[in-house]
């Protein structure tokens, strides 16, 4: 149940659990510029009136095409200006390190206001803990040529809040992780080689980074027109999030590459731009870059299972279309787990695809850090999936970071998981990640 406080000392309305977590959502850290699509985010104060993070909306999106595997959990509001950030926090926290989460979703779903990342749990491990909602799909990436990359843009105006503003909440400003998931991680990692975002953070967490060039200019002039023609009378800048939905979607399908098996493929990309540096993804480059002072990175043991678990084409590949494949790729691209016909030839495809990308660019990250003294940690995830065929997919661990089985209820990924078990995963993940976001080498004791 807790207590809830109408204005809390920094001035927000707040929540106290029986566990004596504090929780502030729905705070607002910026608005368009002007009030206009695709503008510059701007500073920006307020609370919405919510008890719930469900009630907290996010940036407009679709359904998600990994819901068949991670279900759909609550939904929450979509607005185009859902500029808001959340926080959790232990109610006598003084100078606590902080952590603030960036969320996943193929640049195109998702958002810091699900049920699936209350921080609650996180929070009770000693730390502060922020999320929060960033644009996504059209209202994020079919902004004229030549535009900054806006989520870029307004993730450092959150971690701007963050340091002006977290010693309200017990956080010291000078101990601030940034962790990102997916599409979420990619962020972060661009962000700990901006020099621009130097000081807002001392460590990033990079959760099964999705290693993805961005679309070049030429490819989102293709995708801008196509969704122009198909909004047409309406314009990009004045159409109805609905309408600009749809016609984002067909302008997609309609200009998509051929996919060949093996490749999970994105939908939307960010695309060229000033604030994305063209080097982002040579390790090296980014050794000699990095601002922040250490560096976490996780993969699971099979991400792309979780594209490929429900298509017919990667679930019918033979051992000979394996190595047709194989003799096919530069021979770094292969793993060693994957040359061996001791595994299915599903097995091998998911292990040579998530190598690809997923797996093959934190490990030469951590190798790259590392050559150069600098802190830098490398885990790969074992848990598994009963769902046939997912086997440890992409976001398969993000429950488990969290611990909100709950919100999880109608993931078909968890069905069948032991609630045991999962507790024990999950306090293991979260005390990992706390001893990080702490400053401690090694787990506590019995983590």
């Known amino acids: 149940m807790g207590t809830s406080s109408p204005v809390a000392p920094g001035g ?184 621009a975002a130097r000081g807002l953070m001392r460590r990033v967490a990079l959760l099964s980074m999705a290693t993805r060039q961005p679309w070049t200019r030429e490819r989102l002039g293709a995708v801008r027109d196509a969704a122009a023609r198909l909004l047409h009378p309406q314009t990009m800048e004045n159409a109805g999030i609905p309408d600009l939905l749809r016609a984002g979607a067909g302008a997609l399908q309609e200009t998509a590459l051929p996919r060949p098996v093996g490749h999970a493929a994105s939908g939307y990309l960010p695309s060229e731009a000033e604030n994305i540096p063209g080097r982002f993804l040579d390790p090296a480059w980014c050794a000699q870059h990095r601002h922040v002072e250490e560096v976490l990175l996780s993969f699971t043991a099979d991400e792309t299972a979780t594209f490929f678990f429900a ?5 019918a590949v033979t051992h000979e279309m394996v190595e047709d494949w194989i003799a096919a790729l530069d021979p770094g691209a292969v793993p060693p787990a994957a040359e ?43 848990m598994r999936s009963p769902l046939p065929g997912l086997m440890g997919g992409h976001c398969l661990d993000l429950p488990f970071w969290f611990g909100t089985r709950r919100a999880w209820a109608d993931a078909p990924m968890l069905e069948g998981t032991d609630p045991e078990q999962f507790a024990r995963q999950s306090l293991v993940l979260r005390r990992r990640l706390a001893g990080f976001v702490l400053g401690r080498p090694e787990p506590p004791p019995n983590g």
Do not use: K
């Open 311 to 315: 298509s017919d084409p990667e679930r």
């Open 12 to 195: 927000f309305r707040e929540r106290t659990s029986e566990a004596g977590i504090r929780s502030v959502l729905g705070i607002r850290y910026a608005r368009l510029s002007g009030g206009e699509r695709f503008a510059a985010p701007v500073a920006a104060a307020g609370q919405l009136d919510v008890d719930r993070l469900a009630g907290v909306p996010v940036f407009p999106q679709l359904r998600s095409r990994l819901a068949a595997a991670m279900g759909t959990g609550e939904p929450n509001p979509q607005a185009e200006d859902a500029f808001f950030l959340n926080v959790w926090a232990p109610a006598n926290a003084i100078g606590a390190p902080v952590v603030v989460f960036v969320h996943g979703g193929a640049w195109m779903g998702g958002g810091g206001s699900n049920e699936w990342y209350d921080g609650s749990l996180l929070a009770a491990e000693g730390m502060v803990v922020v999320t929060v909602n960033y644009r996504l799909g059209p209202v994020a990436h079919l902004a004229p040529p030549d535009t900054p990359d806006l989520p870029l843009q307004d993730l450092a105006l959150a971690l701007a809040w963050v340091r002006e503003n977290i010693g309200a909440f017990g956080g010291n400003p000078d101990e601030v992780t940034v962790a990102g998931q997916s599409a979420g991680a990619w962020y972060v990692h661009l962000l700990s080689l901006d020099p």
């Open 340 to 382: 061996t016909r001791s595994r299915g030839p599903y097995e091998r495809l998911v292990a040579i695809s998530s190598w690809i990308q997923f797996q093959r660019f934190p490990t030469e990250l951590h190798a790259a850090y590392r050559q150069r003294g600098l802190a830098s940690e490398l885990m790969e995830l074992s």
